[in-house]
Each structure stands twice: as C-alpha cells, then as structure tokens.
C-alpha cells in the first residue's frame, strides 16, 4: 500500500467522522437548538480558518507546496472576489437560519471548539514542518466524508423546518474537496521512502483528527445536557 494510501485509511477510520453526532445529523435527528449550536461553533472554525492557513503557507520553504497552499488560501479569500469570500458565505448560512454572524462571533466557544480551534493552530504553525502538513493532509482528506454527512442532514432540516436556508457553502466546499485531495496525494509521493518525514505526517493528521473528533463529541455532550 502506498504512503497515501495508507494516510488515507488512517483519515477514514478515524473517529473525527466515525461518530454519533455526525451519524445523527445526517438523518437530520437535530433539533433546532442543536442546529443553532452546530452552526455558531462551526462557524468559529470558518472564520480562523484562513488566518491558520496563512501561518502554514508562510513557514512554507518548498515553493511547489507553497504554491499548492496558496491556491487553497485564495479560494478561502474568494479568488479575487470579496463577496466569494468562504467566511462571508457561512455568513449567508447563519442569516438564513435566523443567527446574525456578529454576535455569532463574539459568543465564547465551547471548550471543546477552542480546543479544535488552538490545536489547529498550534499543528500549522509547527517548526516540524512536515508534522504541519500532515495536519493540512488529515483536515483535507476527511472533508468529503464529513460533508456527505452534514448536507443530507441540512437537506432535511431544510424540508422540515428552515425553507430559506442558504447551503451554498457546504454544497460548494464539497465541490472543491476531490481537487485538494488530489493535491495532496501528489505531494505525499514525494516521500514514499522517508520514514522520519512520513512519522511527521501520521502524527500531524493524527493529532488534527483527535481535536476535531472531540469538537464533534463536544456537541454530542451539549445535547445530552439539553437533555437532562
């Protein structure tokens, strides 16, 4: 089996899109308070996103990777077109299920979020450069499985209770995933015969998995109380 490969079953296997939350949200199993939670702790992510892969692509020596991360990052930006901007689309998002992105913004994470939010951050912004990457390699291969989750649950949610709402920035992430993926396979064939590089990578995509597994777990947590 190929390095890749092998990366990618770690990616698939992992509980960062093996879980209950996610199983239950795309049966659309969500009430709307669980929906609005979703939506203001995700967007914390989408909003720092760009500022974290900013910190990557500038600790970038390999100009043929850099190059590769700043065509992810201009797309985050809107290739040119503010009103493109992926921040500004989630923001399209959240209006359309009646949350107003501003205080959105300012409302204190959950633990669990800044947890997710600080270990990326932290994993980016790595000396070990490769263990960086493999971070950037876990976020972007897992992207397609948590999309095919999230949007059959939207879908629902949509038909059932929220007509106007705006899904145009998860549709148009999962459009753009199989690119980034294919980027990425490319870039890991270059280390196929480098243990030392490819113990990076595992620990890198390791490491961004657990955090994003307990964001999810920490949502899961947040119904049970909701519950009670």
Do not use: C
Request: proline share 4%; aromatic share 10%; glycine share 6%.
């Amino acid at each position: 089996m190929s390095f890749y490969n092998n990366m990618r079953q770690l990616v698939l296997r992992h509980g960062a899109i093996n879980n209950t939350y996610l199983s239950r949200f795309a049966k659309g199993h969500v009430s709307d308070i669980e929906l609005n939670s979703f939506a203001v702790e995700f967007f914390q992510f989408s909003r720092n996103f760009p500022a974290i892969l900013a910190t990557l692509l500038v600790n970038t020596g390999d100009e043929t990777e850099a190059a590769e991360l700043t065509k992810v990052l201009t797309s985050e930006l809107g290739d040119g077109d503010p009103k493109k901007r992926h921040e500004l689309l989630f923001r399209k998002f959240l209006r359309s299920v009646g949350i107003d992105p501003v205080k959105a913004m300012w409302k204190p994470m959950l633990p669990t979020t800044k947890a997710f939010v600080e270990g990326m951050e932290k994993l980016y912004s790595s000396r070990n450069h490769f263990l960086a990457l493999g971070a950037s390699l876990g976020l972007e291969n897992m992207a397609i499985s948590m999309w095919d989750q999230l949007i059959p649950g939207l879908n629902i949610l949509k038909k059932k209770s929220f007509p106007s709402m705006d899904l145009e920035y998860f549709t148009f992430h999962r459009e753009l995933e199989e690119q980034h993926e294919d980027a990425m396979e490319t870039a890991l064939s270059l280390y196929e015969k480098d243990p030392s590089i490819q113990r990076s990578f595992r620990s890198g995509a390791s490491k961004v998995l657990d955090v994003l597994e307990g964001f999810w777990m920490g949502l899961e947590a947040r119904r049970s109380q909701k519950l009670r």
